[in-house]
């Protein structure tokens, strides 16, 4: 079954740092999204992703934040100046069409965790 | 906008017994998509099982179902013959069929117990 794939799973960043977080979506997928859930939170969307541009982003999205794909395969989210509330699970999902949501796939994370 | 509200922080339940996750929502769209996801203690999440709001039948997937009442914007999650693997967080989430890219809602969760 196809995955959505993302590295690394645990990031250890300090304060201040540069972190870019990384997703390889589902091959035939064309809607990407980041979600971030603080420990024993509930998830939050943060943006979605279509047509090489943003659709929407939430309030948390500021501009310290930051998505692209710069290859057609890999969707990247980069936090500019990590702060300690940025430590969180950081989820990336795709989407084949925006009214497909059966193929809503989630990956696996990455822990960032901001020192 | 859209709220979900999941009123249950801890719900527990015998193996190979059943148990219903209650889950209330509000959205102004009139077309939109219901889940309820799972994220066991690796935090991955799981899509357990999804809900058309146009569609008036209760979804169902193996040993989960859901009561989808439209009307009442309730989507509860009924887990039949638990097992063990069953303990997780589990989420129930809502998504419009508006716009470019559909952003998904969630509520705060509900923490699944499994005992022997």
């Known amino acids: 079954e196809p995955e959505v794939t993302q590295t690394p799973s645990h990031q250890v960043t300090q304060m201040g740092q540069e972190v870019i977080l990384r997703c390889v979506p589902i091959?035939?997928?064309?809607?990407f999204y980041w979600y971030r859930q603080i420990l024993g939170q509930k998830v939050e969307f943060l943006v979605s992703f279509y047509n090489n541009e943003i659709s929407e982003k939430s309030e948390i999205f500021d501009d310290q934040f930051s998505v692209e794909r710069p290859d057609g395969s890999n969707f990247t989210l980069k936090i500019r100046s990590t702060k300690l509330e940025d430590s969180a699970m950081y989820f990336c999902a795709s989407s084949e069409a925006w009214d497909r949501l059966y193929g809503y796939t989630f990956g696996s994370g990455t822990r960032l965790t901001v020192v | 906008a859209q709220t979900v509200t999941q009123s249950q922080p801890e719900m527990s339940v015998q193996e190979a017994e059943t148990v219903t996750l209650s889950c209330t929502y509000d959205t102004s769209e009139s077309d939109y998509y219901l889940f309820w996801y799972k994220q066991p203690p690796s935090r991955q999440m799981i899509l357990v099982i999804r809900?058309?709001?146009?569609?008036?039948q209760n979804a169902t997937e193996n040993r989960f179902s859901v009561n989808f009442q439209k009307a009442a914007k309730s989507f509860s999650l009924k887990i039949s013959d638990s097992q063990l693997g069953d303990a997780a967080m589990y989420f129930c989430?809502?998504?419009?069929?508006?716009?470019?890219?559909?952003?998904?809602?969630f509520g705060t969760g509900t923490r699944l117990q499994v005992t022997l």
């Open positions: 809900q058309e709001a146009y569609k008036q």
């Open positions: 989430a809502c998504a419009p069929l508006t716009g470019t890219a559909s952003k998904l809602t």
């Open positions: 091959s035939n997928h064309l809607y």
